[in-house]
């Protein structure tokens, strides 16, 4: 009897580009150390800070920023991050991060991460295992739809584990029920999607009456473990803010 070879598997492409990022991670852990990692990350805006409970975003957690300037916010964040960031897309993302931009803001960007993912699931796989591995000071990903509440408990797990700043970015509305429309971005946490992320933001822009047009920004903080809903108006730098 003569036995015939097994069929040939295809090679997986996800299998690969997971493998990729693994390597790259641990690339990125041999070259960087934990222990300079602060344990509060400012926001970048002073009268936000001084109203937060621990006066900054805490890291080992995740926060959602929705609206027309959350990548700006996001981006003020990071600026004051000295070590490496890892950043996941959506594949099919055409609109470009900017590097003079972001380096005009402080941002450290030689020492960003740019991951684009062919499928949502792929995004928050790569999303659990940056934050999880403690070998970057923040992870910031863009999901295509807001995170169930398994997806949210799962990063904010990962996040404490790795001692890791998250940041998810979801664009115009903060994570909502289709049911429930399109929300003014103050109305009731009650009306916000279920998560266990430690705080949501919404950032939009704000009347200026500024004679040289300095851009202002409506911050509103939506939820934070143990902090009431809050909103400040504030100026954004020249050469700070990007919309």
Request: aromatic share 6%.
């Amino acid at each position: 009897m003569t036995l015939s070879s097994p069929p040939s598997v295809p090679p997986d492409p996800d299998a690969r580009q997971r493998e990729a990022l693994r390597q790259v991670i641990a690339d990125i852990e041999r070259g960087h150390a934990q222990s300079g990692r602060p344990r509060l990350v400012a926001t970048g805006f002073p009268a936000v800070d001084q109203d937060l409970p621990d006066g900054g975003l805490a890291s080992g957690a995740v926060h959602e920023i929705s609206g027309p300037l959350a990548h700006g916010f996001a981006a003020r964040i990071l600026s004051q991050l000295a070590g490496p960031v890892l950043w996941f897309r959506p594949q099919k993302e055409k609109a470009l991060l900017y590097a003079p931009t972001l380096q005009a803001m402080g941002c450290r960007v030689e020492h960003w991460f740019i991951a684009y993912t062919p499928t949502p699931r792929d995004l928050l796989w790569g999303l659990e295992e940056g934050l999880r591995s403690g070998a970057v000071d923040a992870v910031v990903g863009e999901p295509e739809t807001a995170l169930t509440m398994t997806a949210s408990r799962r990063l904010q797990l990962a996040a404490e584990r790795g001692k890791t700043l998250g940041l998810i970015l979801t664009g115009q509305q903060p994570g909502v029920h289709q049911s429930v429309g399109q929300l003014s971005p103050y109305q009731s946490v009650g009306q916000l999607s279920p998560s266990t992320l430690t705080s949501r933001w919404h950032i939009s822009p704000a009347p200026s009456s500024d004679p040289a047009g300095l851009a202002r920004w409506q911050i509103h903080l939506l939820k934070l473990r143990n902090a009431s809903a809050a909103s400040w108006s504030v100026d954004a730098e020249p050469g700070k803010g990007v919309g």
